[in-house]
């Protein structure tokens, strides 16, 4: 492997030094200089002639102030003389090297440039066109001296074989390297060109610009292939030296290039794009299969050019560090959500599999949490939609982009099929090298081998795992999002079935040796099930018929690779050391042979697999258009009993807490068992976000009860306040007069105040004053509160209720069985509540007829025992027949002395 020296880059500057302190006109006047060396070929020193004609056309001004406009002056005057370096070089030469400047601005700009543009009265030497479109010239001027600049490289870099490369032809590729980084830097640069749609698409519009970066990629991607290729000898140890320093200045211009193309997809660069940037992102379908036009074309080269170069720098020993920057990387790859599917590909291709094939370990926690661990993440997200859409409706829903397409439907079908499933192999073959012995040394020795003759008799703990395991390591840091049988593909797909299985195996090893609750669930409720499906050919199923639709002839080393899979499984699900998983067991219990065993469960799971697909339709299916899908009916029916342990967890946390939890505090709350159970590691856990919905509707709906907790605590202190609040007075006399008072009421919230008085005033003072005076209300202080705290008491008890099944907590394919279930739930229980309800009526007439009941004709106000908290509002409405004032003072009555 070939290894990137540590040497600085300086090696091959000037021997000077002081390059970094050097301006960017100054460096392009070094480097122009540079080119008219002798030891370079008329091709070359051409370029230099076009920088000294475009300094002096452009900036002479800033030649001025920096004092090298002499300098300039006698090269170009040099190179003029038949004693010039240049002797072949004529005026006609440099004229034309002049007028190749002035029309490349021109162009650039793409305006007239007429007698009637110029600009009189300017300081002498100043181009008038710098005065006239001052911030719209120098981004022009940057883009044309990159023009430039890329060009040269590219002649020295097809050069360096030659009989005269030497050492000059390195220092000045790393002088010209370094102007192009500083011209991405330039402020000009950037709100001309970067920062909008209109700025990229007059960048990425220019074809000079596109051709020139992608041959300076190529001849970089052809560098690195041919040193990575080589034996290191002795001589090639200093060239590796400057391919170092070479690497780490144009891995950044690399890097910013491809986050521009990958803007074209953002949404707020995609509005103001350009016709053309818009159709070069798309695909035509021509005679000759999918077309791009020239800029297309040319950007989709550059990407993947760009990747490659990527990939190779990955190879080389040390590159991680001494060469490569992750967080540029990471600021590069950061919007993985915009791209497509053939993107995606080509990155992983080119460079998340040298990633993990070259990443030291020591560097794990660097580069696969920041890098790995958010395409892992979106690859789930987006293969889940894809495949479940495919699956259940036929369409693959694969974001792409055309321009034209045919008449015919199902080509487009066809289409994204096609893109679906290179993706999914795509990410199958990481998956199969995330699983490689390289990565996972002295971890997975005895995955392969058969179960019954390797049982592990000691728990590991993941953590220990994963100081030796890459699977491992991104296990435990929760890189996978939630692993679901999506990943693969649903083993639709042979080739990615192939790849996928070795890492399917690693985690049945992993959950077999350790006590990861996540891996035990995965493969119990991910992966069996799946695997039996898709192995049973008289199963109608969706996975069946998906694998039967794309694999029209049948591989049988799959299908042995898949039985292999599974027969693990179920070894290591079933062994005496899981002895919670034992009910997987099935067949005959009698038959010893391990073998046997396993032939006879995997042959009951399909018998009983195939009873529940010929179930009957249910009738409330039948009476709706939602089509019944026993597939889905069967995954209610494993998800229902984990859901209502959610609820019944939320409840008893939150009981009647006073205190909204955010979701990390409410994460740390959860009973230790049940967070095992479920294995909820994160907030961002499936089980949890309908956890943390559960917690929100819990809330809200405790909030009335909370709030009458509230007003009670309230009157309990306005009751007896002196001079004494009367039923007579108006509203907003008893509020100003609460306002300009010194009382403990300021902690109360403006609006329980409101509610608390009107409380007072209507409910209680309103029956209260017409038979007491306000001034004997001291003497019957205590059963005023009585009142209240019945006041209150009673719309607690009607609010205070568990949480109930909401169809809104379930994923969208399973809310009409949770519909079906929940109305069959309230009819099966309806004679059971309405027997309840009589018997709670009859005693409610019963406590009426007392003259117990202290009510007026607001029902919800009634405050009532706990014991008619749950009679009917319709009930208590009938009856309560007898004027609710005679009631008040009957019972009032019976405490005037």
């Known amino acids: 492997m070939a290894r990137v020296e ?375 997200s987006v293969l889940y939609a894809a495949w479940f859409s495919l699956m259940h409706n036929g369409r693959a829903k694969v974001p792409y982009y055309f321009v034209k397409l045919t008449e015919s439907a199902e080509d487009v079908e066809e289409l994204e099929r096609s893109q679906l499933l290179d993706f999914t192999r795509v990410v199958c073959h990481l998956f199969g090298n995330l699983s490689s012995p390289e990565s996972n040394s002295g971890i997975f020795h005895g995955c392969f081998e058969d179960a019954s003759d390797s049982r592990i008799t000691a728990f590991k703990d993941l953590e220990s795992v994963s100081s030796s395991s890459l699977i491992g390591y991104l296990l435990v840091h929760d890189c996978f999002g939630r692993l679901r049988m999506s990943l693969f593909g649903y083993w639709a797909d042979d080739e990615a079935s192939r790849n996928a299985v070795p890492f399917c195996l690693a985690l049945v090893w992993l959950a077999g040796v350790t006590k990861d609750q996540r891996l035990k669930l995965f493969v119990l409720d991910e992966l069996l099930p799946s695997l039996i499906q898709r192995l049973d ?154 956890i943390s919905k559960m917690r929100r509707r819990k809330y809200y709906s405790m909030t009335q009860v909370r709030n009458h907790k509230e007003m009670a605590v309230f009157l309990r202190q306005i009751i007896t306040l002196k001079p004494y609040i009367k039923g007579s007075d108006r509203f907003s006399s008893v509020i100003n007069r609460l306002e300009n008072i010194e009382t403990p009421f300021s902690r109360f919230y403006s609006y329980d105040v409101e509610r608390s008085v009107r409380v007072l005033l209507d409910s209680v003072l309103y029956f209260w004053e017409p038979q007491f005076h306000p001034l004997i209300r001291e003497e019957h202080k205590e059963f005023l509160l009585w009142i209240i705290e019945q006041l209150t008491m009673g719309k607690e008890f009607d609010d205070f209720q568990p949480l109930t099944p909401d169809p809104r907590d379930f994923p969208t394919h399973l809310k009409p069985y949770a519909i079906q279930y929940i109305l069959m739930k309230l009819k099966t229980s309806e004679y059971a509540t309405a027997e309840v309800q009589l018997r709670l009526h009859q005693e409610y007439d019963d406590y009426l007829a007392s003259g117990e009941n202290l009510f007026g004709v607001d029902v919800d106000s009634c405050a009532v025992t706990q014991k008619f908290s749950n009679l009917d509002h319709g009930l208590k409405e009938l009856s309560l027949k007898v004027p609710t004032i005679f009631l008040w003072v009957f019972v009032f009555g019976q405490f005037i002395p």
């Open 6 to 380: 540590s040497a600085a880059a300086s090696t091959f500057l000037d021997p000077q030094g002081g390059e970094d302190e050097e301006s960017y006109v100054g460096l392009l006047v070094r480097v122009s200089l540079l080119l008219l060396s002798k030891d370079f070929s008329f091709e070359i020193q051409h370029y230099g002639n076009k920088i000294h004609q475009h300094l002096l056309e452009f900036r002479r001004e800033e030649l001025i102030s920096t004092s090298l406009n002499l300098i300039v002056e006698m090269v170009v005057s040099a190179s003029s003389s038949s004693d010039g370096s240049i002797h072949s070089s004529s005026s006609c030469d440099l004229r034309m090297d002049c007028d190749e400047s002035e029309l490349e601005v021109q162009r650039l700009m793409a305006i007239d440039i007429s007698d009637d543009n110029m600009v009189d009265g300017g300081p002498e030497g100043v181009h008038p066109h710098v005065l006239a479109y001052g911030p719209q010239l120098k981004g022009c001027l940057l883009l044309a001296e990159h023009n430039i600049l890329c060009q040269a490289f590219i002649a020295i870099s097809f050069s360096r074989n030659s009989a005269h490369h030497n050492i000059e032809h390195s220092s000045t590729n790393i002088f010209i390297l370094k102007l192009l980084n500083m011209i991405w830097t330039q402020p000009e640069w950037e709100d001309s060109f970067l920062h909008t749609g209109r700025g990229l698409s007059c960048l990425l519009s220019d074809h000079y610009f596109l051709n020139s970066v992608c041959w300076v990629i190529k001849s970089c991607e052809d560098a690195l292939k041919e040193i990575i290729g080589e034996e290191i000898t002795v001589r090639q140890q200093s060239y590796d030296t400057y391919f170092a320093s070479l690497l780490r200045l144009i891995l950044p211009l690399l890097l910013q290039f491809l986050r521009c193309i990958h803007n074209l997809w953002k949404d707020q660069i995609a509005c103001n794009l350009s016709e053309e940037l818009e159709s070069a992102k798309m695909l035509m379908i021509g005679e000759e299969g999918f077309e791009q036009n020239e800029t297309g074309e040319l950007l989709e080269e550059i990407r993947e050019r760009g990747y490659k170069v990527i990939g190779l720098c990955m190879s080389l020993e040390g590159a991680f560090v001494g060469l490569l920057d992750k967080s540029s990387f990471c600021v590069a790859f950061e919007d993985l959500e915009t791209m497509e599917f053939r993107h995606l590909s080509k990155l992983i291709d080119a460079v998340f599999l040298p990633l993990v094939r070259n990443c030291p370990i020591e560097l794990w926690k660097e580069w696969m949490l920041d890098l790995l661990r958010p395409l892992l993440r979106h690859c789930e």
């Open 537 to 690: 050919d008289q199963l109608p199923c969706a996975i069946r018929r998906l694998f039967c639709k794309l694999n029209p002839d049948i591989s049988v080393s799959v299908n042995e690779d898949l039985i292999v899979l599974c027969r693990e499984s179920y070894d290591y699900l079933s062994s005496n050391v899981h002895a919670e998983c034992q009910n997987i067991e099935g067949g005959d219990k009698g038959i010893g042979n391990a073998a046997d065993n396993f032939m006879c469960w995997l042959a009951q799971q399909k018998i009983d697999l195939r009873a529940r697909a010929h179930l009957a339709v249910p009738n409330e299916f039948n009476k709706q258009k939602t089509e019944w899908n026993w597939e889905f009916e069967d995954e209610f029916r494993r998800y229902l009993p984990i859901y209502i342990d959610m609820l019944k967890e939320v409840d008893a946390i939150l009981g009647s807490s006073k205190v909204d939890y955010s979701d990390w505090e409410f994460l740390e709350k959860l009973n230790p068992e049940f967070r095992s159970k479920l294995a909820i590691n994160s907030i961002e856990h499936h089980h949890f976000i309908t």
